[in-house]
């Protein structure tokens, strides 16, 4: 892995300068939860997830799901990405009804849950099983486009209303080096990632000719769909009241 300081290296710098910073939106949104004193809970281990929520300035805390996604299939991606994360949402709440630690943390708060999934030439990829197929994911990313479709389900803890919405964006590269490949399947991150998919890390950047949709988005969390989303969760709350 690249050391800290070299260019080549991969953190949350990486994610935050590929999302574009925070925006007034951002600012907005994070300013209004902090007014609703309401509590932001991130339903997802991803890295790149937590650190788009940050950028946003949205402080949140970190509850995982832990349920065996391969076990849920559907056909359609935009579908098996909503079902799973209703499903991520499902196994917090319903863990939160035996164990006191969870339902203290997810209490009166509003439960961001998401999944993503990678769809190129028709087929729908997720997280590569090994090495080798990382690698082949990689490759052909500079060859044909990848597409990524996401969902987003915010789940109001204190009502149990739900507000979900799904996104698609594509990303075409130029053709992915070797050392390239090497480099990504050698530091690892990559095999976290729907199809081995990492548009923010330095050695693909450079890479990125057209994106059809959002840098966001295809990093696993739109800021446009969960702003939207969080936004009609604060008013139907406000409307409740």
């Known amino acids: 892995m690249a050391s800290a300081s070299s260019p080549d290296a991969y953190g949350e710098h990486s994610v935050v300068a590929a999302s574009g910073g925070r925006t007034p939106a951002d600012a907005a949104l994070a ?35 832990d349920i065996d996604e391969r076990a849920i299939r559907r056909d359609d991606p935009e579908d098996l990405v909503l079902v799973l994360a209703h499903a991520k949402a499902d196994a917090i709440v319903r863990r939160a009804e035996t164990d006191e630690a969870t339902a203290e943390a997810i209490a009166d708060a509003f439960l961001v849950t998401s999944d993503q999934v990678v769809v190129h030439d028709g087929a729908i990829r997720e997280k590569p099983e090994d090495a080798a197929e990382a690698r082949a994911f990689i490759a052909s990313y500079g060859v044909t486009p990848p597409s990524t479709v996401g969902a987003i389900v915010v789940t109001d803890v204190r009502t149990g209303a739900r507000f979900a919405g799904g996104d698609r964006s594509t990303i075409v590269f130029a053709p992915v080096p070797g050392e390239t490949i090497e480099h990504l399947v050698r530091e ?18 450079p890479l990125v000719k057209e994106i059809q949709g959002s840098m966001d988005g295809l990093m696993g ?3 446009t769909l969960l702003g939207d989303l969080l936004g009609k969760a604060l008013e139907a709350r406000r409307e409740a009241s």
């Open 31 to 65: 300013d209004a939860l902090v007014a609703s004193g309401a509590r932001v809970v991130l339903g997802s281990k991803s890295f790149t997830r937590r650190a788009i929520l940050t950028s946003m300035g949205i402080e949140h805390d970190v509850v995982v799901a």
């Open 188 to 205: 690892g991150e990559c095999m976290s990632c729907a199809g081995g998919l990492m548009v923010e890390h330095p050695k693909m950047a």
């Open 221 to 223: 969390l739109s800021k």
